[in-house]
């Protein structure tokens, strides 16, 4: 109901990797046929501004618990018969749900606007999608853990979103980048999004043939979630924004 | 149905509550008053099981709240001091939502939700955000949240801060309502006449403890004194047997005959009566009653309690 009320901030989430796309369409093409994939389109772009902005759009999830403390109602929720876990997951499952529908979205988007022709299972890349998006959770519900306020879990996850897109391949191939970023590149989950993203659009991938890609977004999904379980204090004081 | 014993809590700066013993029974309105910083907010946080006592108890119909929260809670309405509703959804679905949170199911929660809109005038709002809502409307809403199914204890922390008069005699209305059809109200407020118009059972906390507890009119006759203040422009002037509070002066004692006493003080005075900008005799009330129990006055929006 909540993110069905204001549903600016997510209309903008799919919006604007769109528009992105765009602009970077015509580059990331030519990276492609560079790389010897001559008949590419939006094989690179699509899923690297999928990526990018599914991790910009882990503010989502700060929005949805600050502002219950913003707004008073975090301690109604803990006076509840409702258990920390039912509260967590009643605010985790909705945005479960709205990012894999706005990965979808753009994914989508991307076949109709920017020439995206994945020659993979579809099973696949819907796979990827939702291991890809249970970790965006995981590590969303982990910033609120350890930030005490949202301002610092949003710039957390936005920054840190973009840093491991970038690292990751989202905006040009991990190949393009300094040879040093590729070891840390494997460091994060972006990485392995885009790895998996990226054979199923350009190398005819299986769900069999991505098995690894999934295996290591469930692994940091796993980390991120014992952390938050670990950390997280239903009776901290967070400061949000209204 | 509320039993807290021996309740003991401190923060850093120093201890808050220091053995609170308090029961609320069913249909019972207990009105809890205190300085502001005299716990009442911390002994209810305790109560509904959102942080713990340092030592002592707290059962709800028989079930220990530190031990088995949730099935507690099952029991319980929290309508905390701080306003919690979610002004990006209606009224209604501020309801609904609160509703289903209490455990009430899809039939239960229509019905619910349209009697307790009507009961606090909110009908005509149910479409209206929230966060639309007037000052006093939204306290409406937020109390309304609280109640919606029927809980055998309830909260109300200062219910009517910032109402309007309509709002806090809804507001007034529906605890009336409520504990006539059973259930146990604790209820906390600055304004001492809505205790008295709830016919309420007074609990004086004061220092951490409990130091009174009984019927309004009890308190009143047994406590309760004549109230005579002395009002200046500036920073009030000493005077003996009188205690500076500001730019007031009120007697350190009880006074038998409050016109003697103001005749003596203005002597005493002099020259300095020209300073004076008002002379209150009040009733014996509540107020009076707290100051003789307490040696204090209950002052809203000080920080500090003024001593004897």
Redesign the interface.
């Known amino acids: 109901m909540l993110l069905i009320s204001d549903p600016g901030a997510f209309l903008a989430s799919i919006a604007m990797p769109l528009v992105l796309g765009a602009f970077l369409l015509p580059v990331t093409r030519d990276q492609l046929v560079l790389a010897g994939r001559t008949d590419a389109g939006g094989e690179q772009v699509v899923p690297g501004m999928a990526v990018l902005f599914g991790f910009i759009g882990v503010q989502f999830v700060g929005m949805l618990f600050y502002r219950e403390h913003a707004w008073g109602t975090w301690d109604r929720l803990r006076a509840s018969p409702a258990s920390t876990l039912e509260i967590v997951a009643g605010k985790a499952a909705p945005l479960y749900l709205s990012q894999v529908l706005q990965v979808t979205v753009v994914l989508l988007a991307g076949v109709l606007l920017f020439d995206y022709r994945p020659n993979g299972s579809p099973f696949a890349i819907a796979a990827l999608v939702v291991v890809f998006v249970a970790m965006l959770v995981a590590f969303g519900v982990m910033l609120v853990a350890l930030c005490a306020s949202m301002d610092v879990a949003l710039m957390l996850g936005s920054l840190g979103g973009m840093v491991m897109a970038g690292l990751g391949g989202a905006l040009a191939p991990v190949s393009s980048l300094p040879g040093w970023t590729r070891p840390v590149a494997r460091a994060t989950p972006a990485y392995w999004a885009i790895d998996g993203l990226r054979a199923a659009s350009l190398d005819a991938a299986r769900l069999f043939d991505i098995a690894g890609d999934l295996g290591m977004l469930l692994g940091f999904t796993v980390l991120f979630s014992l952390v938050a379980a670990l950390r997280l204090r239903m009776d901290d004081v967070k400061i949000g924004t209204t | 149905m509320l039993r807290i014993e021996g309740v003991v809590k401190g923060y850093r700066d120093g201890p808050v509550l220091r053995g609170v013993d308090l029961t609320v029974g069913p249909g019972e309105i207990v009105g809890m008053v205190g300085a502001n910083g005299a716990g009442k907010t911390t002994l209810i946080?305790i109560a509904?099981?959102?942080?713990r006592a340092d030592s002592g108890s707290v059962c709800i119909a028989g079930i220990d709240v530190a031990a088995h929260r949730?099935?507690a809670?099952?029991h319980?309405g929290?309508a905390?001091q701080?306003?919690?509703?979610?002004?990006?959804?209606t009224v209604a679905?501020n309801l609904e939502?609160?509703a289903r949170?209490?455990?009430l199911r899809s039939a239960q929660v229509r019905r619910r939700v349209a009697e307790v809109a009507e009961q606090l005038g909110l009908s005509d709002r149910l479409a209206s955000?929230a966060g639309e809502l007037s000052g006093g409307q939204k306290r409406r809403l937020h109390t309304g949240?609280a109640v919606l199914h029927r809980p055998d204890l309830v909260f109300l922390d200062e219910p009517t801060v910032g109402a309007d008069v309509v709002s806090r005699r809804e507001i007034l209305d529906l605890v009336r309502r409520m504990a006539a059809e059973g259930t146990a109200v604790l209820y906390t407020t600055h304004h001492l006449t809505e205790l008295e118009q709830l016919d309420a059972t007074i609990a004086v906390l004061h220092s951490g403890r409990i130091v009174h507890t009984g019927p309004v009119a009890d308190v009143i006759s047994r406590w309760a004194t004549t109230a005579v203040t002395l009002r200046f422009a500036h920073a009030a002037p000493a005077l003996p047997g009188w205690r500076q509070e500001g730019k007031t002066l009120v007697p350190r004692a009880p006074v038998g005959e409050p016109g003697a006493a103001v005749g003596r003080a203005l002597a005493v005075l002099g020259a300095r009566c020209a300073e004076l900008t008002g002379v209150e005799i009040s009733r014996p009330g509540l107020e009076t009653a707290y100051l003789a129990i307490t040696g204090h006055t209950l002052t809203e929006g000080d920080d500090s309690a003024h001593a004897a």
Do not use: D, H
């Not at chain 2, 509904?48 to 942080?51: E, F, I, N, S, T």
């Not at chain 2, 306003?83 to 990006?88: A, C, F, N, S, V």
């Open positions: 946080g509904a099981g959102l942080r949730r099935r809670a099952r319980v929290l905390p701080e306003l919690g509703i979610y002004p990006t959804l679905q939502c609160f949170l209490a455990g955000r949240t």
